[in-house]
């Protein structure tokens, strides 16, 4: 059932698509525009670090939001499917 | 067989890559030093990229002897992988910075910036994000190696390439991952990950071969696949990973402008950097024309190679290599001292070398007066009158030529009748008449000037 | 017309009202209408909390912030600390947000109070309003119809009076789209002029969060609030703060240049065009000059966008693994999610993507172009922003269908320009937005338009 429903909604993903193929045919090649403005090396120097005091908040919320966890504040997900 | 490394080496900086959490993942309690950009929190966009870190990839690129990448957009790229360590589910990683070096007989491929996900315990199942984002360049070689012995020993040198720089941080658990890739002939390339040591990649690779050998010799196929290194019991195990074989789909990060890397940039840094031996040692040959032996000795100490080249601008090269070689080796071996501990300008070193240079001492003279410098610095020109040195003038040294031929006549008889050692025993009775102020070469050059108006 | 917000503001600030009393009176207006426009996901529980503490930071002297008390409505998409930021979607309708996102953070600090959360379109992937995992908004302005989207909690919570004003986001006409469809006043920005940091992505070479307001004055003043470069993030402008409002009185667009496009009858309903010609008639009898721009392509912009906008929603969503917060995605999302994030990993294959998602990027460049040169020509352009009216509610459409609500303001974001929106009129009772589009940084001459328009609508 839901198989079908995910190979439906990848085909109407197409359609889009093949209008878009159409759609460009005439048009010339271009540089692609990845972003809005040009823009370069915007870098940010290192230095001192955040302060604990201004994590331990973020940590809480972080902790008490994760869907499973052990006492020491890890979050715990699946274990590995090649563990012996 | 060929084995080829990609090896990930954290950056000492103290920012994480993409925000401002400290570092230090391992004096911390799990998730402590994380905050919502590099735990992949829903909105969180991440900072502009480190500056050190970047900096500091092309100082390693460039002591790796390779080829910046200049004037060139270096997309920062989103590296898309479902693994439980990645918070964002992919991985910030950029093009190469730097490509083509080479570094004991490996070629380099390419150097680029990567962020570290965090610490996922796959026996366990869990996840520490103190580690997600904290910079690390990746060196990628191609599969120059032929063996294990090959690999630990590249791997051995690039470590103590690296830890010169003091831009990477300290091997101390994890600082530094291998990812091998092995081929034996006949079968496909194995990827071998979660390798965390020099003695583990080591013993990765030699199971594989065994393992692999094993298998064509049973007549089986050894399949493309990606096996994780087990170190508590030294094997490697397939670790099946459909989806990390797949198309990454990377994309620049439209969050993060890209890098452009000028010349202006990497001149700068090479500048500033220490230059490591191995690069020193070539450049010198190349710079100064001097031999290979000469700069593999100068290059043993930086301050040595530092006084080295301050000489060599105002000395012919070869012969302050000559000197720095043999002479200065000896003398200072001889007094047990390193260059840091000389208390002799460099000046003083090269007054005395120019004097050697245009003949105004011998070189028997100079090295007398380099021990005189090395004990008690002062002016060569002084110490050569000190000790009585200067070169004796023409009429002086004729003069005593002839002295020692009228005094030594049964020498002379011998030397005409055939005997050349006699010659030097005239030789030396004309430096103990000139106090040795005389070159060898000139008194043996007049005397048998003289000798042959007399034959 | 106009004057709703600057009054609610004069009052507020005169103490006639005070900051808690209009936070309850927010919140008695939402638990009456919202069971049936269904505007807001969640009411803030602390909106009074927060409206006595600057209560009692005037007391003590302190001057009230530039949004005095008024009641903010934050779209579901942006994280409001100890709020859930569900995006309209089960993948995390239990997610509480755990920090704020900068506009939030700048609207708090001038004494904005964020009264609830926003409804909208599943993770903004919809133009109607009918998609969200919380039930359908219904439009006040035009009962039974659609809000649009995918801001349609926003706008319809201004069209209703249930808030002074909300922020919503605008990807390919999310902010404009549910504007013109309620009759209400909306801006996107320029990119890169308001701060992302926070705001859980749909394409993000193309998001902006803007405000949406009753009037072109409160529009205007929430944007010179989030406006403003942000050293938190690292793709913006370098614009340090913007001032819009003390430029709005007697707005002037006398000799100002302004653009139609031919193209825009080629695409609009008629009904919809009518009533866009008698407001470019309007701005003429304002003094302005009507003149003629070319935007030859401005079709295929729409094929373009949702190309480029799926491989980002699919990179932006491969977060969503289940494992930190939430569920994982693929497993509970909506169909036009689904469609997008199955889209996006299509074309984003290393055989596929030159084809499709670079030949995109490409036809990006052109669309940019063209609007360029068009805004050299002139100081803005005007014309519809949506090439239909609103369908009523519960109306079956194909998902081209619903991709060609779209195409009048995709062409915005694409460039990265700014747009906004002010009520021209009606058909049939049913709202008709005007679109006025400005270049880069342009809000200024975007919102002189505006305001002149609204001054004589």
Not at chain 2, 192 to 201: M, P
Not at chain 3, 213 to 237: C, F, H, R, T
Not at chain 3, 269 to 279: G, L, Q, R, T
Request: charged share 30%; hydrophobic share 40%; glycine share 8%.
């Amino acid at each position: 059932m839901a198989e079908e429903r995910h190979k439906e909604i990848e085909r109407s993903a197409e359609e889009i698509v093949e209008s878009f193929v159409k759609a460009a045919e005439g048009l010339p090649s271009e540089r692609e525009m990845y972003y809005s403005q040009e823009a370069y090396n915007i870098v940010r120097p290192d230095g001192k670090p955040s302060s604990s005091e201004e994590r331990t908040e973020f940590r809480k919320r972080f902790i008490k939001i994760m869907p499973a966890k052990d006492e020491d504040g890890n979050l715990r997900v699946e274990v590995a499917k090649w563990v012996k | 067989m060929m084995v080829g490394l990609e090896v990930h080496q954290q950056l000492a900086t103290e920012r994480k890559m993409y925000c401002d959490c400290p570092t230090n993942y391992q004096d911390v309690p799990p998730n402590t030093n994380v905050c919502p950009i590099c735990t992949g929190m829903p909105g969180s966009k991440p900072l502009s990229p480190n500056e050190k870190a970047v900096d500091a990839a092309i100082e390693l690129a460039l002591m790796l002897g390779c080829k910046v990448v200049i004037d060139k957009p270096t997309y920062i790229q989103r590296k898309h992988y479902d693994y439980p360590d990645l918070p964002s589910g992919y991985q910030r990683t950029s093009l190469p910075i730097a490509v083509d070096g080479e570094l004991q007989g490996v070629r380099i491929r390419e150097v680029h910036l990567e962020e570290d996900p965090g610490q996922y315990d796959p026996t366990v199942g869990s996840v520490d994000f103190n580690r997600s984002g904290v910079p690390l360049v990746e060196i990628v070689t191609e599969p120059d190696m032929r063996s294990p012995e090959d690999a630990r020993r590249f791997l051995r040198q690039l470590i103590r390439v690296l830890e010169f720089t003091g831009k990477v941080r300290p091997e101390a658990g994890g600082a530094m991952r291998t990812d091998v890739n092995i081929s034996l002939e006949g079968g496909a390339r194995v990827e071998v990950k979660n390798i965390n040591s020099v003695k583990g990649a080591y013993k990765a690779l030699k199971f594989e071969i065994t393992r692999q050998k094993a298998k064509l010799g049973r007549g089986e196929a050894v399949v493309r696949e990606t096996r994780a290194y087990l170190e508590s019991q030294m094997i490697t195990t397939s670790m099946r990973l459909k989806e990390m074989e797949e198309d990454y789909r990377y994309i620049p990060d439209p969050d993060i402008f890209p890098l452009v890397i000028d010349d202006a940039k990497v001149q700068n840094i090479r500048e500033q950097m220490v230059e490591p031996p191995h690069l020193r040692e070539q450049r010198l040959v190349e710079q100064y024309g001097i031999q290979q032996a000469a700069a593999n000795v100068i290059v043993s100490e930086r301050k040595f190679a530092d006084l080295f080249e301050e000489v060599a601008k105002e000395v012919d090269p070869k012969l302050a290599a000559m000197w720095f070689r043999t002479k200065l080796k000896k003398v200072f071996n001889y007094m047990k001292l390193s260059a840091a501990d000389i208390k002799f300008t460099p000046k003083q070193l090269i007054t005395l070398l120019q004097m050697i240079q245009h003949h105004k001492v011998t070189p028997e003279q100079g090295e007398l007066v380099l021990r005189e410098l090395v004990k008690k610095p002062a002016d060569p020109k002084e110490l050569v009158q000190r000790l009585g040195l200067e070169r004796i003038e023409w009429e002086n040294l004729e003069l005593a030529v002839k002295e020692a031929i009228r005094r030594n006549q049964k020498a002379v008889k011998d030397y005409l009748a055939g005997r050349k050692e006699a010659l030097n025993f005239i030789a030396g009775k004309v430096m103990e008449l000139t106090g040795g102020r005389a070159d060898p070469r000139e008194i043996l050059k007049l005397l048998r000037a003289e000798l042959l108006k007399k034959s | 017309m106009g004057e709703v917000t600057k009054a609610k503001l004069d009052q507020l600030r005169s103490g006639e009202l005070s900051p808690v009393e209009n936070a309850r009176r927010a919140l008695e207006r939402i638990s009456k209408l919202n069971p049936k426009i269904n505007a807001f996901i969640e009411v803030n529980n602390g909106a009074v909390a927060q409206a006595e503490a600057l209560e009692r930071k005037l007391k003590r002297g302190k001057r009230a912030g530039k949004l005095a008390g008024l009641a903010i409505g934050i779209k579901s998409n942006i994280n409001v600390n100890g709020l859930r930021a569900t995006c309209a979607s089960r993948t995390l309708e239990d997610y509480v947000a755990a920090y704020d996102a900068e506009v939030v953070k700048r609207v708090l600090a001038e004494d904005g109070i964020v009264i609830g959360m926003n409804n909208m379109d599943e993770f903004a992937c919809g133009s109607s309003g009918e998609t969200s995992a919380f039930g359908v908004t219904d439009n006040p302005a035009a009962p039974g119809r659609i809000p649009g989207g995918s801001s349609s909690g926003g706008s319809a919570a201004i069209a209703a009076g249930m808030c002074d004003l909300c922020l919503g986001t605008d990807t390919g006409g999310s902010i404009r789209n549910p504007a013109s469809h309620c009759g209400v006043v909306g801006v996107k920005p320029t990119y890169g002029l308001v701060p992302r940091q926070g705001l859980i992505d749909l394409g993000m070479s193309l998001d902006q969060i803007g405000p949406i307001a009753p009037d072109v004055y409160g529009a205007a003043l929430l944007l010179e609030v989030i406006a403003g470069k942000n050293l938190n993030e690292s793709v913006m402008l370098d614009v340090p703060k913007a001032s819009y409002i003390d430029k709005l009185d007697g707005a002037d667009i006398k000799g100002m240049k302004v653009g139609v496009s031919p193209q825009f009858v080629e695409i609009t309903d008629s009904a919809v065009m009518n009533v866009i010609d008698k407001s470019i008639e309007a701005l003429r009898d304002l003094g302005a000059e009507i003149v003629d721009v070319e935007l030859p392509h401005i079709e295929e912009a729409m094929p373009a966008y949702y190309l480029i906008v799926s491989v980002e929603f699919f990179s932006a969503t491969r977060k969503f693994d289940g494992r930190k917060y939430g569920k994982r995605i693929e497993d509970v999302c909506g169909d036009e999610v689904l469609r997008r994030i199955l889209r996006g990993r299509y074309i984003s294959q290393k055989e596929y993507r030159g084809k499709y998602y670079q030949r995109a990027l490409q036809v990006r460049t052109i669309i940019r172009r063209e609007l360029m040169a068009a805004l050299e020509k002139v100081d803005v352009i005007v014309g519809p922003t949506v090439p239909k009216l609103p369908h009523k509610l519960g109306t079956k459409l194909t998902p081209m269908e619903m991709y060609a609500y779209d195409y009048l303001t995709i062409p915005a974001n694409l460039a990265g320009i700014c747009g906004g929106v002010v009520k021209a009129g009606e058909v049939d009772g049913i709202p008709v937005g005007l679109q006025v589009q400005g270049m880069v940084l342009g809000e200024e001459q975007v919102l002189r338009v505006m305001r002149a328009f609204e001054a004589v609508s």
